[in-house]
């Protein structure tokens, strides 16, 4: 298996020699499938070695974004469907995957950790969205443009965030704890943060976005949660009893907001109400036991099988994104890179010496460094989805995405090798 890894890799550095022999001769035709084919077989031979196998990933985005850069009419519809319209269930899923992996034990840590838990969660929601609304005016970007890197910064702390506190050698459980804080805070801190500091660029409907955050983070979370209760069962029948009546007033609530603010009355929200119980509450319920009791499946095998569908949606979202707002990262790309860098670079930075400033031991500097660096880009990209704008405010998260897991790779082995 190791000289199948070796080989992919030779294979892809000669297609990389080859496309440069192509561009040199100004015979350009074949250049466009030599690059890709390049970037797909370096991102699967970097899986054959332990030091290169956390950029597969990313190696395998760049890819993706080559395609959507090169081939951009290929990625707006299939058919009269409109592949923009998968970006939500995506983003839910990947929210679905994230929740699953969770339980009211994670909320814990708040009680365990509490000086740790307040400083990244303070620092994540005043750090990124301040250094966003910076950088926007800094490259005088235009206005939408602006107002998506600003939603970059607004939003809760990314799932790969664990991973990286993982890694490194950092405090796992106050990741976790951080992270599920911000994800539960961001409904209400995002709509508000955004209408502050990007309301001059774009309209902010607070409520609307509100109901968006919910729809996308807080409903498939609860499913997730769902999940994990049935398929791991590892709580007693009356604290089971317990989270199921409180994850269904969640779901109403949800619900009942998401008819009454838009005006839509009492008959749309029964109907709202039942798809909602079907998808995200009985369902993950059904499945749970489905996988535990006929299908016996692991913990591992499920918990990876998320991770994949959660990767592969992050995956083709990214397509989707690059090939709507082709043309205007043609205009700005540079710029928006290098703004998105020094976003994550500051977050980093500041995040791992505000958390020295406050006297926390060296783990938990580095969970923090993670939890306010890195963004969930889904999200973003979600939100500017929403307002119809994915081909303008939804670039910053598509680039911030990729770049994130990039530098937060570095930083972890860095960590690591300390």
Excluded at 83 to 105: D, N
Excluded at 281 to 307: D, H, I, K, N, W
Excluded at 413 to 418: A, E, G, Q, Y
């Amino acid at each position: 298996m190791k000289n199948f890894f070796r080989i992919t890799l030779v294979l892809s550095f000669l297609l990389l020699i080859a496309g440069i022999v192509v561009c040199l001769t100004d015979s350009k035709s074949n250049l466009n499938l030599l690059l890709v084919a390049a970037l797909v077989l370096l991102a699967i031979s970097f899986r054959g070695f332990s030091l290169l196998k956390g950029f597969s990933y990313t190696v395998l985005i760049l890819a993706a974004v080559s395609i959507a850069m090169l081939y951009p009419s290929y990625f707006f519809s299939f058919g009269n469907f409109q592949l923009k319209k998968l970006i939500v269930p995506f983003v839910q899923l990947t929210m679905f995957g994230m929740g699953s992996h969770m339980s009211f034990e994670d909320f814990k840590g708040v009680v365990k950790m509490p000086k740790g838990v307040l400083v990244g969660v303070s620092c994540h929601f005043t750090i990124m969205p301040l250094v966003g609304f910076a950088l926007s005016n800094v490259f005088s970007f235009p206005s939408e443009i602006a107002g998506g890197v600003i939603l970059i910064g607004c939003v809760s702390s990314a799932m790969a965030s664990n991973v990286m506190s993982y890694l490194s050698g950092a405090n796992l459980a106050l990741a976790v704890t951080i992270g599920a804080c911000s994800t539960i805070l961001s409904p209400v801190l995002t709509p508000f943060l955004m209408k502050g500091l990007a309301g001059q660029y774009i309209l902010i409907n607070t409520a609307h976005m509100m109901i968006d955050i919910t729809n996308m983070i807080i409903i498939p979370i609860v499913a997730g949660f769902i999940f994990n209760l049935f398929f791991y069962g590892n709580v007693s029948g009356r604290e089971k009893l317990t989270q199921l009546i409180v994850f269904a007033a969640i779901i109403v609530a949800t619900d009942f907001a998401m008819c009454i603010i838009p005006g839509q009355g009492s008959s749309s929200f029964w109907g709202e109400l039942a798809n909602s119980m079907s998808w995200f509450y009985l369902l993950p319920m059904g499945v749970a036991l489905l996988f535990r009791q006929v299908f016996r499946l692991s913990r591992q095998t499920v918990e990876q099988s998320l991770s994949l569908i959660a990767m592969l949606g992050i995956l083709i979202n990214t397509v989707i994104i690059t090939a709507s707002g082709r043309e205007n990262l043609i205009q700005v790309g540079g710029l928006l890179i290098l703004s998105c860098l020094l976003h994550n670079l500051t977050g980093f930075c500041v995040g791992y010496f505000a958390a020295r400033l406050f006297g926390l031991p060296e783990k938990d500097r580095r969970t923090i460094a993670f939890e306010v660096g890195m963004q969930n880009g889904g999200v973003a990209t979600g939100l500017a989805l929403q307002m119809g704008k994915v081909a303008t405010v939804g670039l910053a998260s598509a680039i911030f995405g990729p770049l994130q897991n990039v530098t937060g790779s570095a930083l972890a082995n860095w960590f690591r090798s300390r």
